[in-house]
């Protein structure tokens, strides 16, 4: 089966497809299961509305989850919408439980597949509400790459993601701020919506050979995230990764001359260490997009005893409950990233290991 936005089912929420779909198994309201292909609507929909498409996959037939405002010709180019990528997470027997994507405006959903299909989102308010809002004033920034969940030492999720497009043909002449943001999917709260005043506002720090430094030291009983800002068209376009001990987001700017024509441009490797809390971004020849990380074990490791903070690995050690724990044991494991760059070449890229450890990883057999 195929559909287009010539068919009735696809005609009003179907647009441009802005990244890859996930097939997987979810539950029925029925207590059966079904599987389904799902993806976020894209832009340029006839209704111009965000929205979660969720396909029969023996079928073909297609379940629009629309969210967000309705679009109207009043809103103009800024008011419209459509849905960018989507990551899932899993219940305990490998159906998908819940959706997180990001749209246009800058708006991060969550929906609830544990029951069926819902009719919209799940925000912390069990409304159709997004958990959060990225913004610069009154400027949305949009969220293209499907965000990436690692586990929050203090109970939940903690959502990474990046904003920004490239999409527009005025896009690569764009200048405009975005950033990089981690909200906490905090299972206690339940106020709604989280405002950037909840978002702690973190400093970038460059060094002389242009390597970026951000400590994201929070007071997490204080904050539900933070964010860091990106300047002079840096941009997240592509899905963060995780491997072991670390997330990997890579960013992308324009090349100095902001030449549309011109496909290049540069990138930065930005390296989350759960067990320190401190992300180092290093400036990388060319453009990259979504990284996959290859790990060659140490031979040796060394443990410290000294405290990370924060984003502690909730995996290779429990947190207490100042929000602090043991770091894993340092690496001297040599770590590369491949990824292949806007022009199509392979880039490989040699990084240090931060805290390797091994990931603890069970399942529970059923007799």
Not at 49 to 56: E, G, I, P, R
Not at 216 to 240: C, H, K, N
Request: charged share 15%; net charge positive.
């Amino acid at each position: 089966w195929d559909t287009t936005p010539t068919d009735v089912q696809s005609a009003t929420y179907l647009g441009h497809i802005m990244n890859r779909g996930i097939v997987g198994r979810i539950k029925t309201s029925a207590g059966g299961t079904q599987w389904v292909y799902m993806v976020g609507n894209g832009y340029e929909s006839t209704s111009n509305k965000a929205a979660l498409l969720v396909f029969d996959i023996a079928t073909g037939a297609m379940t629009p989850i629309p969210v967000g405002p309705t679009w109207t010709v009043a809103s103009g180019d800024a008011g419209r919408n459509g849905m960018g990528g989507i990551t899932v997470v899993y219940d305990n027997e490998r159906n998908i439980k819940l959706v997180y994507g990001g749209d246009r405006q800058g708006n991060l959903w969550r929906f609830d597949f544990s029951t069926g299909t819902p009719a919209g989102a799940k925000g912390f308010d069990n409304a159709s509400t997004p958990l959060f809002t990225a913004a610069s004033g009154a400027v949305r920034r949009p969220i293209t790459a499907a965000p990436r969940l690692v586990p929050h030492p203090l109970g939940g999720m903690l959502i990474v993601f990046g904003t920004g497009k490239l999409y527009d043909t005025t896009d690569s002449l764009d200048t405009s701020s975005q950033g990089i943001y981690a909200i906490w999917d905090k299972p206690q709260y339940t106020t709604g919506t989280i405002t950037s005043a909840q978002v702690k506002p973190l400093t970038v720090s460059t060094a002389a050979d242009a390597t970026r430094t951000i400590d994201t030291a929070v007071d997490w009983y204080s904050f539900m995230g933070w964010s860091a800002q990106l300047t002079g068209g840096e941009r997240i376009i592509s899905d963060p990764t995780a491997d072991t001990g670390s997330l990997t987001v890579t960013s992308y700017a324009p090349s100095a001359a902001l030449d549309p024509c011109n496909g290049g441009g540069v990138s930065y490797v930005y390296r989350f260490d759960f067990a320190t809390g401190v992300v180092t971004g290093m400036q990388v020849t060319g453009v990259v997009g979504a990284v996959v990380p290859l790990t060659i074990a140490p031979t040796t490791t060394t443990r410290t005893t000294t405290n990370g903070v924060n984003i502690s690995s909730g995996i290779s050690s429990a947190a207490s409950g100042s929000g602090t724990a043991s770091r894993p044991p340092t690496s001297s494991a040599q770590c590369r990233l491949y990824s292949t760059s806007i022009q199509g070449r392979p880039n490989v890229i040699a990084v240090n290991c931060p805290n390797f450890a091994p990931m603890r990883v069970w399942r529970q057999q059923v007799r």
